[in-house]
Structures are given as structure tokens and as C-alpha cells.
């Protein structure tokens, strides 16, 4: 088997030897065997970093990386341990689309301006506000009849 330093491994995965040691302070990794005090890594990291890499592209913070990784039982298959993760991740992320379609309607919307002083568009954006505050009570009473 071959053991490898930790530039070695960065370089072949094209990651700074900072993240291997990050990872391993955060418990995504497995401490390695030392030689004269350094790190040397089994070929099995490679496997490992690559699941971090998939976990973290996919959006999953480190602590649910790590969660992952070795929050579950031993006999829970990583099928099901994606599954839990990704449901939970998947209603973050359409939180997070929804929250970013608002934003770029109304980045759109405010190119339309027409306002010529802060002041006009301050009473614009007051009285829009007061109207969309109204419309769900007029709604409510218009439902009721």
C-alpha cells in the first residue's frame, strides 16, 4: 500500500493541503498515521475527499457533512443517509430560489422607475406597501359574502 504526505494528496485532488488539515479538525476525516511527525495517507482518503467534495458541491454545510459521514448508525446505508439529508437540504434550497426569484423581480421592477427625487419614491413604496397590506382583507370580507 502506498502512503502519501499531504501535499501529495492536495495536489492530486487539486485541493490545498489547508482544507485536508480543516478537514480532518472538523471530523470529515480521519486522523492519518504520522512518519517522523507527518501526516502520510493511505489511498483511502482519496475515496473519502471525494465524498466530502460531493457532499459540499451538493450544498450540505460541514456539520451536515459530517453528519453524513458518521452521524448515522453503522447499518444505515449512505442511500438512505443521502435521502434524509437531501430532503431536509432540497426545502433549503427551493427557500432559497423562491427567495431569489423575489429579488430578481424586484431588481427588474426598480428599472421601471420613474421616481425623480427619494422622497417620491419613499411615498411610492409607502403606499404600495398600505395597498398590499389591504388586499388580503378585502379578500377575506369578499370570500365571506
Known amino acids: 500500500m502506498r502512503y502519501l ?34 501526516r502520510r495517507y493511505d489511498e483511502g482518503v482519496f475515496a473519502r475527499l471525494e465524498i ?3 457532499a459540499l458541491d451538493a450544498g450540505f454545510t460541514v456539520g451536515e457533512t459530517r453528519m453524513f459521514l458518521s452521524g ?27 427567495r431569489a426569484q423575489q429579488m430578481k423581480s424586484l ?17 411610492f413604496l409607502r403606499e404600495r406597501r398600505a395597498a398590499a397590506a389591504q388586499r ?3 379578500e377575506a370580507k369578499a370570500a365571506r359574502r
Not at 92 to 98: D, F, G, I, K, S
Open 52 to 54: 466530502i467534495r460531493l
Open 5 to 38: 504526505s499531504i501535499g501529495a494528496v492536495a495536489r492530486e485532488c487539486g485541493i490545498a493541503p489547508s482544507a485536508i488539515r480543516f478537514y480532518e479538525k472538523e471530523g470529515l476525516l480521519p486522523a492519518p498515521g504520522r512518519q517522523s511527525g507527518q
Open 136 to 138: 388580503p382583507a378585502r
Open 72 to 98: 448515522f448508525s453503522r447499518d444505515t446505508p449512505p442511500a438512505a443517509r443521502w435521502r434524509a439529508l437531501a430532503a431536509r437540504k432540497l426545502e433549503e434550497v427551493n427557500a432559497l430560489m423562491q
Open 107 to 123: 431588481l427588474e421592477s426598480s428599472f421601471h422607475c420613474h421616481c425623480p427625487s427619494l422622497q417620491d419614491c419613499e411615498t
